[in-house]
């Protein structure tokens, strides 16, 4: 069972973002269903190090975006990217060191938090770099 969907409800209408996003929230059940299946720390590092990877990669997409577009928000935009990556960095070497287990919680977190931001952040965004015709 996925722990998020993908659904029209989170499409900033830009193809190549949606697909991004699609591939994250497809990172995020792979993720929730190696940790139900109780598989092994060092498979749940290597798909929390992928999902890191391909975030910095997403990250860096719309950030290009921003700045060809000189969108008006981008610095508000790129600080909450900023404070994402620092989380989820401090969570994977505390969970590669020990000191914490990959929880419903983590899981929780990592779901919202995105769910959050394209419904909020990502959306703000769409109309106007639709209305620059990325599409």
Do not use: C
Not at 61 to 72: I, R
């Amino acid at each position: 069972m996925s722990l998020i969907m993908w659904n029209n409800g989170l499409s900033v209408n830009i193809r190549s973002v949606d697909s991004q996003h699609q591939r994250l929230v497809e990172m995020i059940n792979k993720l929730y269903d190696s940790m139900k299946k109780g598989e092994s720390n060092t498979t749940l590092t290597g798909i929390l190090s992928d999902m890191a990877a391909y975030t910095h990669i997403h990250f860096k997409t719309e950030e290009e975006l921003f700045a060809k577009y000189n969108y008006p928000q981008r610095d508000k935009h790129t600080a909450e990217h900023k404070d994402f990556v620092k989380t989820v960095n401090s969570f994977i070497e505390e969970f590669k060191s020990g000191r914490k287990t990959l929880s419903i919680d983590v899981m929780n977190f990592l779901t919202q938090w995105l769910s959050k931001h394209i419904q909020v952040s990502d959306k703000a965004y769409s109309s106007f770099l639709n209305s620059k015709g990325v599409v």
